[in-house]
Every structure is written in C-alpha cells, then in structure tokens.
DNA sequence: GCCAACGTTGGC
DNA sequence: GCCAACGTTGGC
C-alpha cells in the first residue's frame, strides 16, 4: 500500500514533540485516544512507515510543532486495562480490547512551530481537515499533497532531528 | 431509534 | 474565560 499521512494532535503540556524527542528509543505509544473514529483509524489504517504531522492544540500559537514515523501499526492501548490510568476503560477485555494505539517515533522537530493561522493562508492546505472551523478529531487523514505543501512549509522554516 | 441534555474539545 | 462544534448519554 502506498505511504499515508496523517496528523495527531497532543497538547503539549500533557506530550509534546520535544518529550517524543525526549522518549526512550525517541518512541512512544500513542495511548489515550478515547474517540471512537479516531480509535477505528488507529486500527485499521495507520499502518508502518506512514508519516505524521505533530500538531500541538491548545498551545499559543497552536500548530505543527514537528513529524514522526510510524513504527507499529494497530494495537490494543494497554491503558484501557489498568485501573491505575487515568485512560482506564473498566469495560474493556484482553479479549475484547476498546481502545487502540499505535507507535511512533520522533522525526524532526520545528525550530519554530508552523501556526495554524499560517496553514490557513497556505495555497493548497484551504481544504486540510486541522485548518476546519470545529475540526476536533485527534487523528487526521493528511493528503499527499497538502504533506507535500507542509514539506516546503517545514523546509522553509528549518528543524531539527 | 429519537432527541434533549449534558460534557468535552479546542480555537480564539 | 467564552462559546461553537460535536460526541455521548439516557429517558422515552
């Protein structure tokens, strides 16, 4: 299957790009997703070597603070099953498994973050699903080609890896 | 299965 | 802090 893109939105006082940077292996589990169409695209379509936009929310500025790779696809999220999480799901089995993550490891990182007012005026991303009025998925699907614009965009402003 | 009430997200 | 958007819950 030909390479995906999406975008994950963190808020980056609970994870942020420089905490991924900062993880053993620079990778982690993206647990904690408790929506049920964002849990259906970890599942079943987010697969290895897709690529990701990390996107900071409820930040100032809020936007795209860096990239990473996927590095396991769709499995059940192991905070649903302890009680001591504050992503616990007392419904939730082994056998029948809710909630679902998937890995991912660090990339780049902005030296500045790409603000979602930039995006919004950038030819090419007027139909990107992070730059809707009310989009609150946590989990985008990306296009090739508004990955491609935010390419240039990443380029232009510099990072680091 | 409808839908009102309620809760959460997240940009501003 | 406000509030629009939208997801979830629960009575019927």
């Not at 192991?78 to 890995?103: C, G, H, M, N, R």
């Not at 930039?118 to 508004?146: D, F, H, I």
Request: glycine share 4%; charged share 20%; hydrophobic share 35%.
């Amino acid at each position: 299957m030909a390479k995906q893109y999406w975008l994950f939105k963190t808020e980056p006082d609970c994870f942020s790009i420089e905490d991924l940077r900062q993880s053993p292996g620079m990778t982690t589990s993206w647990s904690g997703v408790r929506n049920y169409l964002a849990r259906n695209i970890l599942r079943d379509q987010v697969k290895v070597k897709d690529e990701v936009l990390f996107h900071h929310s409820s930040s100032d500025p809020v936007g795209i603070a860096g990239t990473c790779v996927v590095t396991r696809s769709g499995y059940p999220d192991p905070t649903q099953f302890d009680p001591e999480s504050q992503y616990f799901a007392p419904k939730a089995t082994l056998d029948s498994p809710i909630w679902y993550t998937v890995d991912v490891k660090f990339q780049l990182k902005l030296s500045e973050l790409i603000p979602l007012s930039l995006l919004r005026q950038t030819p090419g991303l007027e139909k990107m699903m992070v730059c809707q009025r009310g989009a609150r998925l946590s989990v985008q699907p990306v296009t090739a080609e508004e990955w491609r614009v935010v390419q240039a965009l990443i380029k232009k402003t510099g990072s680091i890896t």
